[in-house]
């Protein structure tokens, strides 16, 4: 520690740069580990999506519902199927799109549990044509609520613009940023407009079990396969990758963010260590003379470059957890993620990470110190 206080400017600029790609790593692996829970929520909802095998712009024919409830009519295997189309709604005077989905009112609360919905909402639901279910991201982008009134603007054609009432704000993070409300009225809008079209996007089966999930993907591409509306089957995790995957390998972005922070900070750890050690050369020469062993020199120089990385990712690491756990980061609109809270396996991972990193980069002018020759040492700085 003493050493570290003879060059101060130096060790603080060493501790900095460890400490700005700690932080950056806490944030990236918060951010994968928030991905890796939604996945992980979406595969226990056993949801099935069903879309055109082509392309999911591509709508297929509302009848389609009741034929893929006819695989299964005593819904061992089959809980609900529920028919969603694209509406694209943004708030008027603004460029922000929210994932906005109408559904079938009957089993909307069926298929998607996960939303929460108590009795009495899914009566409001039931009641209400124009009644919304929201993710909880979205109600607090916009500061809505059970009760309130808002207005979407399409942004795919005939470009309506909807009225609706909110029922529902669904408190789970997967669901966060979307907004559901009934294909009824949307067909009925539709209608209003000149357009008969009762179509949709994707059907979203509820299966009761694993396996009922993946001999129902199969059943259901072949049902029908070699017709004009072919459909590819894919549970809901697989279905999400699609979209994330849309706008670039983000996790691998972020995981490949994360090794570089890794490298980084071990190859300044590194430069900083031979620089100290060159400069100590006779001072650690003057300690063998003295009578102190090669091994407590080894372990010296080993531990101050150990107490580096962990000064380093302590100021980098702790401020960032801190900030993300109080003020998590919000208002993000990448799927369904609205907000990444601060990830703690990835703030203990960080530590260890500097600990190896500290040992990595101190392992070689330790070594050299081990091997230093006491005259050696002398005759070179004298």
């Known amino acids: 520690m003493q050493n570290l206080r003879r060059n101060r400017v130096r060790s603080a600029l060493t501790a900095l740069a460890f400490a700005l790609p700690m932080a950056i790593f806490v944030v990236a692996i918060s951010f994968v580990v928030t991905l890796i829970e939604v996945g992980k929520a979406s ?18 024919p509302e009848g389609m519902r009741r034929k893929m409830e006819g695989l299964d009519p005593d819904r061992k295997r089959l809980r609900a199927v529920c028919g969603m189309r694209w509406f694209g709604g943004r708030v008027p005077n603004t460029q922000n799109t929210l994932t906005s989905l109408a559904a079938d009112g009957d089993t909307f609360p069926i298929v998607y549990s996960d939303a929460d919905m108590q009795e009495s909402e899914i009566a409001a639901w039931n009641k ?32 309506l613009s909807l009225e609706f009432h909110v029922v529902k704000v ?19 809008a539709l209608k209003t407009s000149g357009i008969d079209d009762a179509r949709c ?21 072949a049902l029908f396969a070699n017709s004009p509306d072919e459909t590819k089957s894919e549970d809901e995790n697989a279905f999400g ?13 972020m995981q490949a963010m994360a090794i ?10 590194g430069n900083t260590m031979m620089m100290s050690f060159r400069e100590r050369t006779r001072e650690l020469g003057v300690f063998k003379a003295i009578g102190f062993q090669s091994g407590r020199i080894f372990t010296i120089v080993l531990s101050e470059s150990l107490m580096l990385a962990v000064l380093g990712a302590i100021f980098g690491v702790v401020p960032a957890a801190l ?10 609109n990448f799927g369904p993620i609205s907000s990444v809270n601060v990830s703690w396996p990835a703030v203990i991972g960080s530590f260890a990470i500097a600990i190896m990193v500290g040992l990595v980069a101190g392992v ?9 020759r006491t005259v050696d040492a002398l005759r070179r700085v004298a």
């Open 241 to 253: 990758a699609n979209f994330t995957q849309a706008a670039g390998n983000i996790p691998g972005l």
């Open 364 to 372: 070689w002018p330790a070594y050299q110190a081990l091997r230093l």
């Open 170 to 188: 669904m408190p789970r993070p997967e669901r966060a940023n979307f907004f559901y409300f009934r294909r009824d009225y949307l067909t009925e």
């Open 43 to 60: 595969q226990r909802e056993l949801r099935l999506a069903v879309h055109q095998k082509t392309t999911i712009v591509n709508p297929l």
């Open 201 to 221: 996007n994707v059907f979203w089966v509820k299966c009761n079990s694993v396996d009922g999930l993946r001999t129902l993907q199969g059943e259901i591409d």
């Open 260 to 269: 570089v922070v890794v490298v980084i900070i071990a190859m300044v750890a």
């Open 323 to 332: 900030l993300m756990w109080k003020f998590p980061l919000r208002g993000l």
């Open 128 to 159: 209400d044509r124009q009644a919304a279910v929201i993710g909880i991201g979205t109600a607090e982008n916009y500061g809505w609520k059970p009760g309130s009134r808002v207005t979407l603007e399409s942004t795919v054609p005939p470009y």
